[in-house]
């Protein structure tokens, strides 16, 4: 009884982890990737990515609905407003532009390339946010952006 209490609080304790939610974003990504591509297969990249914007604001909606997270607009600062507008902007450009890529190239080459994206955060990250990176992370973006390059080059 005892082990099953401390596997089960250990458990619990992943599930509300930033490493649990970052490995469910890895996972609902690759299946963005999959349902993505055979979505835009009969129409247009631009409108695929309007449709999956609509989608997402609603269930998104829901969840903070069904979890009560409304908030006055005059209670989130204007920084905060100005960082998730740009945020939004840079979001919407990256679906439009991923979207693309998908209707024109192998969802097995274009979703990879993609999570370049990784190696870059590591770098602004270090410039924007002052965040020095381990060596261990070094080592992983310097093997995403080595595999990025295998996959791009012929």
């Known amino acids: 009884m005892l ?3 401390k596997i089960l609080t250990t458990t619990m304790k992943f ?3 930033w490493q649990f939610f970052a490995l469910a974003s890895a996972v609902f990504a690759a299946f963005t990737a999959i349902f993505g591509k055979l ?6 990249s631009n409108l695929a990515t309007f449709i999956r914007t609509i989608v997402i604001l609603i269930v998104t909606a829901l969840i903070v609905s069904l979890r009560d997270e409304w ?11 100005v960082f998730l507008v740009l ?3 840079a979001t919407g450009l990256s679906w ?3 979207y693309r890529a ?20 590591v770098v602004l990250a270090f410039f924007v ?18 595999g990025s390059l295998v996959m791009l080059l012929k």
């Not at 979505?39 to 247009?44: F, H, K, P, S």
């Not at 908030?71 to 407003?81: D, G, H, L, Q, V």
């Open 96 to 98: 439009l532009c991923y």
């Open 39 to 44: 979505g835009v297969a009969e129409i247009n």
């Open 15 to 17: 599930i509300a982890s």
């Open 87 to 89: 945020s939004g902007i």
């Open 3 to 5: 082990v099953s209490n």
């Open 129 to 146: 946010l002052g965040e020095t990176p381990s060596v261990q992370t070094l080592v992983g973006a310097a093997l995403i952006v080595a």
């Open 71 to 81: 908030r006055a607009p005059s209670s989130i600062s204007s920084k905060t407003i």
């Open 102 to 121: 998908l209707q024109l190239g192998p969802v097995s080459l274009v979703a990879p390339v993609d999570k370049l994206s990784v190696a870059l955060v």
